[in-house]
């Protein structure tokens, strides 16, 4: 998820404990309620830390293995709470104020939630998370948001907002919602109709919110939360089955074994997804790129496409029909035994691997090999997930983790 939502996520949490504690009777100081806030939202974006190094672990490859890495796993979690706790309360007394011990254990109870929260939103994703490293190091994939979810930011922007006291903190957050709004009406992958209700929908937030309590407000952030979640969980489960559906009936596929299906929901809109699914045949390794509508006859699956043309990878159209909704955009086949191979004995493939869900190669030249993620892959440049290297690998990547390769089901075991 985007850095806004977790600390979203964070205000929250804070918001929660503070009604709580006026529903007792005992409410909280402007300035006790400002420090649980800022803890909070500080702590639900500690697991993003590893930007700070991961880049520095081998570059590209580097970024690739160690974000979502270490820190998004729950032993480190919990150590991030714990510091962050620890370095509060030397603040707090290098001033000469140290926190009564009422605020201390609501502090120590946000710092050590917030990375957990971090990471549960993170693995609801399809980039995915090793979030039981070091007791399983496999990936764990949600496959149900797309990285920004404007509809979490059109309610819980209003719901927590009203409740700040700073000028400055007020405004950065309506103009947080209102670039949202701007990348709604400006991205192709929002419908107009969609980005209309989005606004809409911020409007009428806004106005109500403005005129209710914050125990409404408080009820109102959570039970939008649940119900994008709950909606997001549901279609991402429907798309999964039609894909399955509609790769596996016919006699032409029924040598093929469907490994994997990639889901990735359209921002907004739980009827729209983008889907990739892995298959095999023999020795074939199969990919094919399509797009789900749940509706469509309401909403036509052609507006849940995301259009791959011209891709680093360059897809052949795809030999499937029209099916339960579902309609291909492409598809590429390979060796899996070149696949195996490459793992075997390129080292740079067999780092990627420990990361790539969806891998792609491809020989450019005489020299040189190119490797990605069909995942991410989204026009004719070198993405983030992208990388040439010699076809002869000259230098070794020294931090590879031990996270178990996506697809160890096609793969040499290691």
Known sequence: MDNATHALAGLLLAQGVIV???RRGQPLASEQRGALR????????LPDGDGLYARRLGGKLGYLLHHRGHSHTVLVAALLGVGLFGAWLLWRRFRGRAPEPALRWMALGLCLVGPFVHVALDSLNNYGTHVWWPFHARWYYGDTLFIIEPWLLVTLVPALTFELSSRWGRAFWWAVLGVALALAWGLEMVPPLLAVMLSAGAALSAVWCARVSSSARLAYGCVSV???????????ALARQRVGAALTEGSTRAAEQLQDVVITPAPGNPLCFSVVSVSVASDRYITRTGAVSLLPGLVPTASCRIQRAGLTLGLSPARLAVS????????????????????????HVAALL??????FWRHTGSSRLLLGDLRFDRDAELDFDELETPRVAQECPAWVPPWIPPRTDILQPQ
């Open 20 to 22: 709580w504690r006026e």
């Open 38 to 45: 800022w803890l909070s939202a500080l702590a639900n974006n």
């Open 226 to 236: 649940t119900l994008v979640l709950s909606a997001f969980t549901l279609g991402s």
């Open 324 to 347: 339960h909704g579902v309609v291909w955009e492409g598809e590429w086949r390979g060796s899996l035994s070149e696949l195996r191979g490459l793992q075997r004995n390129h080292c």
């Open 354 to 359: 420990h990361f790539s869900r969806v891998p």
